[in-house]
Structures are given as structure tokens and as C-alpha cells.
């Protein structure tokens, strides 16, 4: 077999690794090249939906692993910010539809170490760190990538490419993909604290979305500390918003009368909903924030595109062993870029949409009809089956 006859990975995040080890695991030769010198270990997405750990199942014993590196949530709340809980929605009820009637609560950096050590002495992957991609092409029967490295620029050629490598892609900037959409006015901060929440508020869950007209907010708890998402508006000084005495004045607002609080990491960043308007490209595809990003709320950014990985190597394997023509690569566009802006959008910008309802006769009926739902076990249910993606991709694999 020539070196060449591979699939080219671009971006070791949780996408390109999860695509990386699947396709070896199917004795399809991988090399994921990384621009940074190791995994990141960011603080980003923390959430893991069921049919998420479904498809982890793949990888024997590795969702057992990320719920002993984090904890397991089996409810999660609606709050307002002044009257407390409207809503606590209880995931057993998809005992009948997910493995897994729960979510997972760990940073997405332990599923890239897992898979590393998993992928650690298979034959077909090769991961190589510093190799920075700088752009992509293809001609008839290969697809490439140009990368920086220590020795200079290289060129990576493959079967396939596959840009797992971020909002700021420059696998798809380099094809001139449109990568259209909005960015919203506020930015989000997000601090994380080894504070108890559950001491002030004790019919805490470890995922909590508070409802307010001035300042909405979400309290998520990771295995040894709360995070915490603040909006901040496009007025406000992002340095001044990150000082200790600002920074304690917003956690005193979610927690009166309490701290100071011990403050371990901090970040802000802005907000965009953005959908590529291909993910095919020939021989090159795209998966993850490469083809779609979305604002947080609601855990759906990191799990879509771990979703992606898995629809779009279930087909690239079919096609790599002959089974399926390389059409059915365009399916995967057509499933996927649906779900994006049918489901994820649609579904991130509702709950921003309800978290920061003004009108207090709306956010009324907005809690009274959430109580209605919960109390009714069906119409629950159908709730949790679109919360937890597992309805959006129904859609989406029923689409030819």
C-alpha cells in the first residue's frame, strides 16, 4: 500500500480524533496532523448528550471512562433567576430510546487523551503534532493538505481529506466555502469556580440554564468545579469584565451574601451561528465547527460534530472497501448540514431566544406551558427526545 493511500485528518479536536480512530479501528490508514505540540486541554464544551455516548459505544469502555473522569447527570434544570426552579426534567424517560438516559459532564479534552491512548499502538494511525495546516486541494483520484512544521511546509496527500480543524478552518477557507450566518452582540464569559452552589442552592442539578430579562446565565457542574456562562454586553470592557473585582461582583449575583469566591479559569469569547454551505468538496470533507458553529446553550456545538464524525466515516468506510459509491458521501452533506440548520440552530437560538425573555407576561407562559409539558410523561418525553438531539437526528438519517 503507498504511503499516500490514506485519509489526511486536519485538527485533533474531539472531531478528527474521534474520525481518525473510527477509520482505523476499520484498518483505514489515518494521519491527523495538529498544529499545537500537544492535546489541547481547554475548558469548551462539557455536555455530553445520550445519542453521543451511543455512538462512543463503538470505542468499547470509553463512555465508562469519561464518566469516571467526570460525573453523570441524570436531570437537569430550568430556572428563573428570581423565583428559583420552574422546571427539573427528569432523563429516564428515554430509557426506552438511548443506552444512555443521561448526559455525561466532562471537559471534551478527555475524550481526545482517551482516544490518544486507545490509538496508541494501532497500526493504521498516525497522529503528528506540530503541523499547522495552511490549506487544501485535490485533484482527480487525490486530496491534499499544505501544513507548516518544523522542517518547513509539507504536503500531505491522501485518498481523503477530512477539516476537523475549527471555526477558522483553513481547510475550508482555502476552497473558498461560504460559511455564512450571524454573530450575536454579546459576548459570553465563562468562569469556573471551586465554589459549592449547591450550598445556597441545594435543589441544584449538575445542569442548570437560569432565565432572567437582565442578566440570563447558566450554572453547569464539571467534577471539581461550577461553571459558570454570563452574556456581557458589546458596551462592556472585556478587560474590565475580566478583573477580580468584576468578576467577583457577577458571582455574588448568582450567589448572594456568599464568597469570595476562588475563581480557577476564566475566558470570554463571541458568539456566532455559522453553517457551511457544502461539506463535500470533491475529496475533501468537512466535519465539525469546520462546517457549523452555534451558540452553547443547550450542549449541541461539541456533540454535533462528534455526530458528524460518526455519520460521515460510516459512509467513507463503506466507500473505502467498495461497498458504496462515493455518492453516498453527498448524503452525508444532505443528513448533516439539515440537522445544522433545521435542528441545532434552530434549536441553540430558541433556547437564547427563552433564557432572555424581557416581557414578564411572556416568560409567564413560557414557564406555565414547561410545566404543563413536565407533568404530562409523553409530551415530556418528546421534549427531552429534541433537548437531547436524539429526535434531530431521527430526521436527519431519514433524509436519502
Known amino acids: 500500500m503507498a504511503e499516500t493511500d490514506r485519509v489526511v485528518v486536519a485538527g485533533a479536536g474531539p472531531v478528527g480524533m474521534t474520525a481518525a480512530a473510527y477509520l482505523a479501528l476499520h484498518d483505514i490508514p489515518v494521519l491527523v496532523l495538529e498544529a499545537g505540540d500537544d492535546l489541547a486541554t481547554d475548558l469548551r464544551a462539557s455536555t455530553w448528550h445520550p445519542p453521543t455516548l451511543d455512538m462512543l459505544d463503538f470505542f468499547d469502555g470509553i463512555v465508562g471512562e469519561l464518566a469516571g473522569w467526570g460525573l453523570i447527570a441524570p ?39 482517551l482516544l490518544h491512548r486507545r490509538m496508541a499502538d494501532v497500526q ?29 511546509i509539507g504536503k500531505f496527500e491522501g485518498r481523503w481529506v477530512i477539516g476537523g480543524d475549527g471555526a477558522n478552518s483553513a481547510v475550508r477557507r482555502s476552497l473558498d466555502v ?14 469556573s469556580t471551586s465554589f459549592e452552589f449547591r450550598g445556597p442552592m441545594p435543589d441544584l442539578t449538575p445542569v442548570n440554564y437560569f432565565a432572567d430579562p437582565e442578566e440570563w446565565l447558566v450554572l453547569l457542574r464539571v467534577v471539581d468545579a461550577w461553571r459558570v456562562l454570563f452574556p456581557t454586553g458589546p458596551d462592556e470592557d472585556m478587560e474590565f469584565a475580566l478583573t477580580d473585582e468584576r468578576v467577583q461582583e457577577r458571582l455574588a449575583g448568582v450567589a448572594p451574601g456568599c464568597g469570595p469566591f476562588d475563581v480557577v479559569h476564566k475566558t470570554y469569547y463571541r458568539v456566532h451561528q455559522r453553517v457551511a ?14 462546517a457549523h458553529i452555534n451558540n452553547p446553550l443547550g450542549g449541541m456545538g461539541m456533540n454535533g460534530g462528534i455526530q458528524d464524525a460518526f455519520s460521515l466515516c460510516e459512509k467513507l468506510v463503506a466507500v473505502w472497501r467498495g461497498e ?38 411572556q416568560r409567564q407562559k413560557r414557564h406555565d406551558e414547561m410545566r404543563r409539558i413536565a407533568d404530562d410523561p409523553a409530551r415530556a ?20
Open 75 to 113: 436531570t437537569w434544570q430550568y430556572r428563573d433567576r428570581e423565583t428559583g426552579p420552574v422546571v427539573t426534567w427528569d432523563m429516564s424517560l428515554l430509557r426506552d430510546d438511548t443506552g444512555h438516559p443521561y448526559r455525561i459532564q466532562t471537559e471534551q479534552w478527555k475524550l481526545t487523551r
Open 124 to 152: 493504521h494511525f498516525d497522529l503528528r503534532f506540530g503541523h499547522e495546516v495552511t490549506g487544501a486541494g485535490q485533484d482527480g483520484d487525490r486530496a491534499w493538505v499544505t501544513a507548516n512544521t518544523a522542517d518547513g
Open 178 to 191: 461560504a460559511y455564512d450566518g450571524l454573530t450575536f452582540p454579546e459576548l459570553f464569559l465563562t468562569l
Open 277 to 290: 454551505d457544502r461539506y463535500r468538496i470533491g475529496r475533501i470533507l468537512l466535519a465539525g465547527d469546520a
Open 324 to 361: 458504496a459509491e462515493d455518492s453516498v458521501l453527498d448524503r452525508y452533506e444532505r443528513q448533516r448540514r439539515q440537522m445544522a440548520l433545521d435542528f441545532v440552530q434552530q434549536s441553540t437560538i430558541r433556547n437564547r431566544e427563552t433564557l432572555m425573555e424581557t416581557d414578564p407576561v
Open 381 to 400: 418525553r418528546e421534549f427531552l427526545l429534541r433537548s437531547s438531539m436524539i429526535a434531530g437526528l431521527r430526521e436527519a438519517e431519514a433524509i436519502p
